[in-house]
């Protein structure tokens, strides 16, 4: 077998277990999204942010907060599978341990990628957003986010003591970055000190790179500034994502790391 078919297989039966787990499974998919929905359709005619509706506004955020579900996914289901000796199993076959951990990746991805694509989709029809004014970066935020954030779960998870506190631990962390990334409220909202750190999270190049290609103006090069942004054309949304594109690449870089010198393959009662 190639490698992308072993990948593949591990997909498949990361998929089987998730689902095994309804009431986990549905809080990673309904909950996400519910919040998303149910916030975007609320504010829309409620007044106007940087020049466009609340609603239309508030919609990038949310695809970026739906992604940022990832965390919540892989980190779960590897805390789990790890604490029931799943994952000591799987290294006894021929699996590589890459193809392991991308099946995973992709398996608490694949959720949210479809939760992005329900968003665009009410975005355009209920909300009247206009369409992505780049799609090309939207598709590189998208990839970026997931990646990124994927890489972070796999990190994260072996700092955690085991898989029943993972999800005590982790969600309340994702809320408070829905706050304090842009997504839920502009970054200028936030108290001074909050608006220096917010842009460094990991969540907030997401928001700034979906938001510009979305909508077309620079949300990116200084997302504190106050007022409408400028428009950008092609190009320049690209120019004006080099800072959050350069953030972002540097998280994943930093959870790649974190990956190499945490992640355990046996519960921590194992040693």
């Known amino acids: 077998m ?27 998919a309904l909950l996400p999204l519910g919040l998303s929905l149910a916030y975007a359709i609320s504010r829309h005619g409620e ?22 579900w990832i965390v919540y996914n892989v980190i779960n289901s590897a805390a789990s599978r790890r604490d029931r000796l799943v994952y000591k199993r799987l290294r006894g076959t021929p699996l590589p341990d890459t193809a392991i951990l991308t099946g995973e990746a992709a ?42 954030f994927s890489l972070l779960a796999i990190g994260l998870s072996g700092l ?3 898989g029943e506190v993972s999800t005590w631990l982790v969600t309340p962390v ?22 220096h750190v917010a842009p460094y999270l990991p969540s907030s190049p997401v928001v700034e790179i ?11 090069s200084d997302p504190t500034a106050a007022g409408v942004p400028a428009t950008v054309g092609f190009v320049e949304s690209f120019r004006a994502c080099a ?7 540097a998280w994943a870089g930093l959870s790649f790391s974190m990956g190499k010198r945490f992640f355990r393959w046996d519960p921590r009662r194992s040693g």
């Open 107 to 148: 398996s608490g991805s694949v959720t949210s990628l479809i939760q992005v694509g329900i968003l665009v989709v009410v975005g355009l029809t209920v909300i009247e957003a206009p369409a992505p004014g780049n799609p090309l970066l939207l598709l590189v935020g998208i990839v970026l986010g997931a990646v990124a």
């Open 47 to 68: 007044g106007r942010i940087a020049g466009y509706d609340t609603g239309v506004y508030l919609l990038p955020g949310f695809v970026a907060f739906v992604l940022l």
């Open 210 to 220: 979906v938001r510009t290609a979305w909508l077309g103006r620079d949300f990116a």
């Open 160 to 162: 955690l003591p085991s």
């Open 174 to 195: 994702i809320l408070v970055l829905m706050m304090t990334s842009g997504i839920a409220m502009p970054v200028t909202e936030l108290p001074g000190w909050a608006q």
């Open 243 to 249: 800072q959050p594109v350069g953030i972002l690449c």
């Open 2 to 28: 190639s490698w992308l078919r072993y990948t593949y297989s591990q997909f498949l039966l990361s998929q089987r277990v998730y689902w095994r787990d309804l009431g986990f499974a549905l809080t990673g």
